[in-house]
């Protein structure tokens, strides 16, 4: 197991690689100039130049880069010229928004997510089955934006039992702060939960055909313990992987819904920097963020080890 | 003299062969209930992308004094916005920025992805690795962020949304493409090319393409429903179609500072963008039953 964790640590450093190359080369090599998009056309050459100056950016494309990245890993994400702080600080003030905001989205896609899965595909082709299917489908084609829009008309506006917009921090009053949470969270785990039962169920149907399973039944088991004890943890194993992967639609889901309830999370800095057009900042928020999703996915893919005895012992 | 003539009989059996086929691809989808709802669906948004004036019922544009934030009757079918505008018209001429943002992002994806994933599989090895590991990590990287990168460099505006919605789904064309290519580039017919001397541009477009357009078409059904919805968020934050042009995003933006009051002016919008994106999903999820029985159930 510990090689198959070492492997794993070792690929994942070429896609951090790959994602810096990513990340620096999108804004460095895009049409647009980072001078004239901060300052605007008007603007004097001598500002212009100063501006270049500042950002280094009359330096050679490639020298800026391995600059960036050194500077990066030093924690230096670069400078905000209209906040006129560097970016980590900005980040490091509205990360806790975004962190609790995931974690409570994320808590919601698995507790609705799972069961429902298990739900449906315990007994195919039955009400429950169906409804879970309805969800799945409907679940993957609702913008999580809208949803968020119709969640505050019914529980905010509607019964009002929670703020339309705007956030209290934990420190200063935990059940304002959850209360402030839970429908951007809703928003945001409503689609997760879609993806992860329609993965839970195929995922089930397909083990529920197994040899192993019938000599579960065969046994005399009750159908409870086949399906929680021998069933649903080999199909968790589908299920974890497209966790995975929906961890970076959980950052898109937090980009896009701190706008609309007005959370001062790095979502929110990051809308307002692009529109503000501050290169740097947006570059420091998508490495950040990117890096944060392939870590989270080693953290997945480590965790196959203990879900799958076939890799622990290979 | 008489012209010598050639046998029509093999003609006429591969002809017989292909509309047979056809008719038995319009036979099974037939029995699909999904797969005719969402067309037909996709055919009413097709419409009022082409010819919106035929089924809108007012100037989409056009400010009525009299209707500001008038609720929905007979003569506005879906209320008034707060200039008096038609959200109904609004609704419908938006359907034209969501189908031609969806049909140019597939195109831009499909476009960069296909020749992509054609050359990496047919080229195989050490090139093959290095192209689809630059491909895995633009698909790692969150799509979000990569076009909001691509927005925050390109600049605002309809255009540039297009191209950046059209970066984040290369990869997902090229890797598809790819795997099809794989097990397309092992049949006689490649080999054949190549014993004939024919040159790679030759083998990749007419030889191993049109055997890969299968998987290529119904994620391209999956990635208009995409488009649509990653159209009408960056729409709705105001980094896309700019007012007073009708989007189905930038109908909920303004619809926001009127929930309390006039909720309907965001609910139509939102249900045209869910029946929209459910429908192009529905019929990708068909065509790839349809298509590719191998795929079947496979999520």
């Not at chain 1, 880069?65 to 906040?83: C, E, K, P």
């Not at chain 1, 307002?272 to 950040?288: K, N, P, Y």
């Not at chain 2, 630059?134 to 390109?154: E, F, G, Q, R, S």
């Not at chain 2, 139509?268 to 159930?297: C, E, K, Q, S, W």
Request: aromatic letters at 8%; charged letters at 15%; zero cysteines.
């Amino acid at each position: 197991m510990t090689s198959y964790i070492v492997q794993r640590l070792l690929a994942t450093i070429p896609v951090l690689i790959l994602i810096s190359l990513i990340t620096f080369f999108a804004v460095a090599l895009l049409p647009g100039d980072q001078a004239i998009a901060l300052l605007g056309l008007e603007a004097d050459v001598r500002q212009l130049e100063a501006v270049r100056e500042q950002l280094g950016l009359n330096r050679p494309v490639v020298e800026r880069y391995f600059h960036w990245v050194y500077d990066a890993l030093q924690g230096d994400l670069g400078h905000s010229v209209r906040a006129d702080r560097a970016v980590s600080d900005l980040i490091a003030k509205r990360l806790q928004v975004s962190l609790e905001l995931a974690i409570l989205a994320t808590l919601i896609a698995l507790t609705i997510g799972i069961p429902l899965g298990l739900l449906a595909g315990s007994r195919p082709n039955t009400p429950f089955d169906y409804g879970g299917t309805t969800f799945a489908v409907l679940g993957a084609a609702i913008p999580d934006f809208w949803l968020a829009l119709m969640l505050i008309l019914a529980f905010a506006v509607g019964f009002g039992w929670f703020p339309a917009t705007g956030f209290t921090p934990f420190l200063d009053d935990p059940v304002e702060n959850l209360r402030s949470l839970v429908l951007p969270a809703v928003a945001i785990g409503t689609g997760q939960a879609a993806v992860l039962a329609r993965q839970t169920r195929a995922a089930l149907v397909e083990v529920l055909r197994q040899d192993y399973v019938r000599t579960a039944y065969a046994k005399g088991l009750p159908g409870r313990a086949v399906i929680l004890r021998h069933a649903f943890r080999n199909a968790l194993i589908p299920v974890v992987t497209v966790f995975g992967i929906q961890v970076s639609t959980v950052v898109a889901g937090f980009v896009i819904i701190e706008s609309v309830f007005n959370l001062p999370g790095v979502g929110k800095l990051l809308v307002d920097s692009v529109f503000q057009r501050e290169l740097q900042t947006v570059q420091a928020i998508g490495i950040m963020l990117a890096v944060g999703v392939a870590l989270t996915n080693l953290v997945v893919d480590v965790s196959y080890a203990f879900l799958d005895p076939r890799i622990r012992y290979a | 003299m008489r012209e010598p003539q050639t046998d029509p009989a093999p003609w006429q059996a591969w002809e017989r062969r292909r509309f047979s086929r056809e008719r038995e691809f319009a036979r099974r989808f037939r029995h699909r209930p999904a797969g005719v709802v969402s067309l037909a669906i996709v055919l009413l948004v097709l419409v009022a992308a082409i010819i919106p004036g035929l089924i809108a019922t007012h100037d989409p544009n056009a400010i009525d004094g009299a209707a500001t934030l008038s609720e929905p009757s007979w003569e506005h079918w879906f209320g008034a916005d707060r200039l008096g505008r038609d959200t109904y018209s609004r609704v419908v001429h938006g359907a034209r920025t969501a189908l031609l943002v969806g049909l140019i992002a597939v195109g831009i994806g499909v476009g960069v992805g296909l020749p992509y994933g054609l050359l990496a599989g047919y080229i195989g090895g050490r090139k093959d690795e290095a192209m689809m590991r630059l491909m895995d990590a633009l698909y790692a990287y969150p799509a979000l962020l990569l076009a909001l990168i691509v927005i925050a460099v390109m600049g605002t505006g309809l255009v540039n949304v297009m191209i950046a919605i059209g970066i984040v789904l290369v990869p997902v064309y090229a890797r598809i493409v790819r795997g099809s290519t794989l097990s397309a580039k092992q049949n006689d017919y490649v080999l054949a090319a190549e014993a004939m001397g024919a040159g790679t541009p030759r083998i990749l477009f007419r030889h191993i393409a049109p055997n890969v357009l299968a998987p290529v078409l119904v994620q391209a059904s999956l990635g208009i429903g995409f488009a649509i919805i990653w159209e009408a968020a960056l729409s709705f934050l105001g980094l896309g179609t700019q007012p007073p042009d009708p989007s189905w995003g930038t109908l909920l933006k303004s619809a926001q500072r009127f929930l309390a009051t006039n909720a309907w002016l965001a609910v139509f919008p939102g249900v045209t963008i869910v029946l929209t994106v459910l429908a192009f999903n529905l019929l990708g999820d068909v065509l790839r039953d349809l298509l590719d029985p191998r795929l079947r159930g496979a999520d």
